[in-house]
């Protein structure tokens, strides 16, 4: 697709199918709620609940590496949208606190990290700087604590995570930076 989202039928069909999964065990929830309660709980709602939520999160974990904004207006980046493809592509991975964002000119804005933790490459400098669009300066908040993966593509926007989802999205890149089996990068297609 050209409006930035994957566009991509298998991962709209998983989407959807983990969702369908959720709202009916939400609806077997709401029905066994109306039934007599045994004498003593047995723990299944609670792990009901847990598992939808785990659901959930899986398929939000998924639509956001997918939707990201990573490649450019043309479809030619969907090589990368597995997981080895995004961190193969990236020539910077890094954690860190956001420690300046200033106008760049021509549509950019410069981003500053204090960088905690580098995953590609495995060592640096405690600065990185970086260049994203404008509009998407906003995103990035002076102290904010920050994941961001910069594409080695220069037209594609870096990915940037924030708050509950730095730790999980940290786990799966550091992961496949270690990987033997982390592809080259893919190229645009």
């Known amino acids: 697709m050209k409006d930035g989202l994957s566009g991509d039928s298998e991962v709209e069909a998983l989407m959807s199918e983990k969702l369908k999964f959720i709202g009916g065990v939400l609806e077997e929830d709401e029905r066994s709620a109306d039934a007599p309660r045994p004498a003593a ?26 939707w990201a904004p990573w490649s450019s207006d043309d479809d030619a ?3 990368k949208l597995t997981q ?30 204090k960088v905690e933790r580098h995953l590609k490459p495995a060592t640096g400098p405690r600065e990185a700087e970086f260049l994203v669009p404008e509009e998407d300066g906003a995103a990035y908040d002076s102290g ?4 961001v ?3 080695r593509f220069d037209d594609e926007v870096p990915m940037l ?22 592809p080259s990068c893919p190229g645009r297609g």
């Open 41 to 66: 709980p047995s723990g299944g709602r609670g792990r009901k609940v847990l598992l939808a939520a785990v659901g959930l999160a899986a398929a939000a974990a998924l639509f956001v590496t997918v």
């Open 161 to 182: 995570f924030t708050g509950a989802d730095i730790a999980p999205t940290r786990e799966w890149m550091q992961a496949e930076a270690n990987s033997p089996d982390t």
């Open 77 to 79: 980046g969907e090589a």
């Open 149 to 151: 993966s910069v594409s």
């Open 84 to 113: 080895g493809g995004i961190v193969a592509c990236s020539r910077l991975i890094v954690e860190g606190t956001v420690s300046g964002v200033e106008s760049a000119g021509d549509g950019k804005v410069q981003i500053r990290l």
């Open 144 to 147: 904010a604590r920050v994941l």
